[in-house]
């Protein structure tokens, strides 16, 4: 199928200021599956936009901005091919087949940052750590009691939640939902890192819709044979070719859409304004 793809933001501030590099990570990663057939990327007039892949072979557009301004707009819009993808289509090792896996030296040397847990919380049964379980159902399991025990909520711009506090609300947003499935994918001994990208959710009503409507976060678990595994904890699902990945990363930050800082003389408030669509043509 194809998608096209629109996203604009634009922050605007109370007088005029300056501005630290800024990182744009909204294009599409290398795979496979999508085939990028046109792109277009605008920031403010004047900025030196250097196009560069960061550790984790996220294509970013490093800009620097020489003039101060009151507005710093971010606009991209791509034409994408995407082919169909089974997100079940794959055979695991012999050494992945339960859970925890039992990743060999090699694996663990790269892994590691993957593994680390970030809070510790306590989970609830149902994501602590057990006994050896199949490793597929015990993910699946995982990805849809935080879909059915966890209310949605939308909430565009902040850090995500902490899980213990997304636990203890037993509602989030989508950057919460992805940060508690990390949390106990971890705690299990599973590497797993945080996505973020588009998502096309077909003729769904407007209503239901969790993720077309702004950048997404979803969660990717690294299992042996399988190599890294979408997983959508915000819609309880594997993530398919309806998923358009952006960026990974260990923490929220590497992943964020857009990083950077402005700086005033005195104090300037900010506002952003978002909007996105994700469209599919043929």
């Given at each position: 199928?194809?998608?096209?793809?629109k996203k604009?933001?634009?922050?605007?501030?109370?007088?005029?200021?300056?501005?630290?590099?800024?990182?744009?990570?909204?294009?599409?990663?290398?795979?496979?599956?999508?085939?990028v057939?046109?792109?277009?990327?605008e920031?403010?007039?004047?900025?030196?936009?250097q196009?560069?892949?960061?550790?984790?072979?996220n294509?970013?557009?490093?800009?620097?901005?020489?003039?101060?301004?009151?507005?710093?707009?971010f606009?991209?819009?791509?034409?994408?091919?995407?082919?169909?993808?089974n997100?079940?289509?794959?055979?695991l090792?012999?050494h992945?087949?339960?859970?925890?896996?039992?990743?060999?030296?090699?694996e663990?040397?790269i892994?590691?940052?993957?593994?680390?847990?970030?809070t510790?919380?306590?989970?609830?049964?149902?994501?602590?750590?057990?006994?050896?379980r199949p490793?597929?159902?015990?993910?699946?399991?995982?990805?849809?009691?935080?879909?059915?025990?966890?209310?949605?909520?939308?909430?565009?711009?902040?850090?995500?939640?902490?899980?213990?506090?997304?636990?203890k609300k037993?509602?989030g947003?989508?950057?919460?939902?992805?940060?508690?499935?990390?949390?106990?994918?971890?705690?299990?001994g599973?590497?797993?890192?945080l996505?973020?990208?588009?998502?096309?959710?077909?003729?769904?009503p407007?209503?239901?819709?969790?993720?077309?409507?702004?950048?997404?976060l979803?969660v990717?678990?690294?299992?042996?044979?399988?190599?890294?595994i979408?997983?959508?904890?915000?819609?309880?699902?594997?993530?398919?070719?309806?998923?358009?990945?952006?960026?990974?990363?260990?923490r929220?930050?590497?992943?964020?859409?857009?990083?950077?800082?402005?700086?005033?003389?005195?104090?300037?408030?900010?506002?952003i304004?978002?909007?996105?669509?994700?469209?599919?043509?043929?």
């Amino acid at each position: 199928m194809k998608l096209k793809i629109k996203k604009e933001s634009v922050y605007t501030y109370e007088g005029k200021v300056s501005f630290s590099p800024h990182h744009a990570r909204i294009f599409p990663r290398i795979d496979l599956s999508v085939k990028v057939e046109s792109i277009h990327f605008e920031t403010q007039s004047g900025a030196d936009v250097q196009f560069r892949q960061d550790l984790f072979d996220n294509h970013i557009a490093y800009c620097f901005y020489p003039e101060m301004s009151e507005t710093l707009p971010f606009r991209v819009e791509l034409d994408l091919e995407v082919k169909e993808k089974n997100p079940f289509h794959f055979l695991l090792e012999s050494h992945a087949l339960h859970v925890p896996p039992q990743y060999t030296e090699d694996e663990l040397a790269i892994l590691a940052p993957y593994l680390a847990p970030v809070t510790r919380c306590k989970l609830p049964a149902p994501l602590a750590p057990s006994g050896p379980r199949p490793t597929v159902e015990t993910i699946l399991n995982f990805n849809h009691w935080i879909f059915d025990n966890i209310e949605y909520e939308a909430r565009p711009h902040g850090m995500p939640l902490t899980p213990e506090e997304t636990l203890k609300k037993a509602c989030g947003s989508c950057r919460d939902f992805a940060a508690l499935l990390t949390e106990s994918l971890r705690q299990n001994g599973v590497a797993a890192r945080l996505v973020s990208g588009f998502v096309w959710e077909g003729d769904k009503p407007e209503s239901e819709k969790r993720a077309s409507s702004a950048m997404h976060l979803w969660v990717e678990a690294c299992l042996p044979g399988a190599g890294w595994i979408g997983m959508d904890p915000t819609n309880g699902v594997l993530a398919d070719h309806h998923f358009v990945a952006t960026a990974v990363g260990r923490r929220h930050d590497d992943v964020a859409p857009i990083s950077g800082a402005y700086y005033s003389s005195t104090p300037s408030a900010s506002s952003i304004a978002t909007s996105i669509s994700v469209e599919k043509i043929v």
